[in-house]
């Protein structure tokens, strides 16, 4: 079957009255929302929602226009009844539901993350380095030196005139303590010097016990810092997997409120194209936001993954025009029953749920 041509949107036309319920034509608009609906060149789009549309006119005996519109603009000719139908699938919400009528859902659509593909060993050596300069792990590499100094100058003070290993004037002295600190801190223990006053084994033993604070600390860090390097190559499926790396979202959408309900804390992207270029630069390690949208502005990437996981699900309908009759409504969604066999966003089959589902889900 070739593919249908798109024509170019109308003129407000008067909206079609009660009489004509039963359309032997349906003008639908289309928007640029993969997989359902994409532009194909020269006027014609494809996509599972053109398809469903095409077997959804052959089982209902009804002809299929298609208008191209951004999808606010098809929304409003919805509500005026300038267009019939939306081939791209929307998910109700109250506001909708007053202007629009729906059918029963049809895909399961929601928030999707992507990441960075593994670029090799060089690439991920540089993640790790990168994870590890962050302000977090600065602090801490702080932190340890400063331990350090302070042991160092400790056991130089006790030992200083009672112990030839560190008696060797205020530079050669504090220098050898600071040997024996760090030599101490990665529990090497070369033996070559050590404290000999009581005063000097005392803070050495709680320099030690310091220590293996210190390092479980600085090795969970860096084992962190790998998990970040590599996580392309893990799934994610939910915010456990989230917390601990760094998530770019659109502010004040629904990925931003998803995640701050499950306090994942984000940075800021003025829309789904900025985070992207936050992942892109490595500024982030993941983006989080509607699957769809972010499968438009990754499309033309290769160097990212967009998980198969969905971390929330809402249901999506095909909307309508208000007026086209209950009766007709009805043949639609048993039209829709019967094409299961068509594929859409998700776990590749149209899902033909009970019209409370989506209501349901909804609340």
Known sequence: MPLPAVQ????????????????????????????????LGDGRWGGEGVRLFEDLGSRLGVSVEYRAA???TILRDLADGTLDAC??????????????????????????????????VLDSLGTVLQSLLGTPQRHLVVVIGLFILISACGVWLAERRHNPHFDQGATKGIGASLWWSV?????VGYGDKVPQTVTGRLLAAAWMLVSLVLITVLTATIVS????????????????DLRGIRVAAPRGGE????????????????????????????????VVAPQDEL???IRNDRGFTLSP??????????????????????????????????????????????????????R
Request: glycine share 8%; proline share 7%.
């Open 8 to 39: 170019p949107t109308a003129p407000t036309a008067a909206p079609p009255t009660e009489a004509a319920s039963d359309p032997t034509l349906l003008r639908v608009g289309v928007f640029d929302l993969p997989p359902f609906c994409e532009p």
């Open 70 to 72: 951004d999808e606010a």
């Open 87 to 120: 081939a791209s699938p929307i998910v109700p919400s109250s506001d909708l539901l007053g202007t629009v009528d729906f059918s029963h859902p049809v895909a399961t659509v929601g928030l999707g993350v992507a990441v960075r593909d593994a670029q090799g």
């Open 183 to 187: 030599v101490t801190l990665a529990t």
């Open 225 to 240: 810092a790998i998990t970040v390097g590599s996580l392309a190559t893990r799934a994610i499926h939910s915010a456990s």
């Open 255 to 286: 990925a931003a409120d998803w995640l701050a309900a499950n306090d994942v804390p984000i940075v800021g992207a003025g829309s789904v194209e900025d985070a992207v270029a936050l992942l892109r630069d490595g500024a982030v390690n993941a």
């Open 295 to 297: 499968a438009i502005a």
């Open 309 to 362: 996981a969905r971390l929330k699900d809402d249901y999506a309908c095909l909307a309508f025009r208000r007026g086209l009759g209950e009766d007709f409504m009805r043949r639609v969604d048993a039209a829709l029953l019967d094409a299961r066999g068509a594929t859409a966003r998700g776990d590749g089959t149209v899902r033909a749920l009970p019209r409370d589902a989506a209501q349901k889900d909804e």
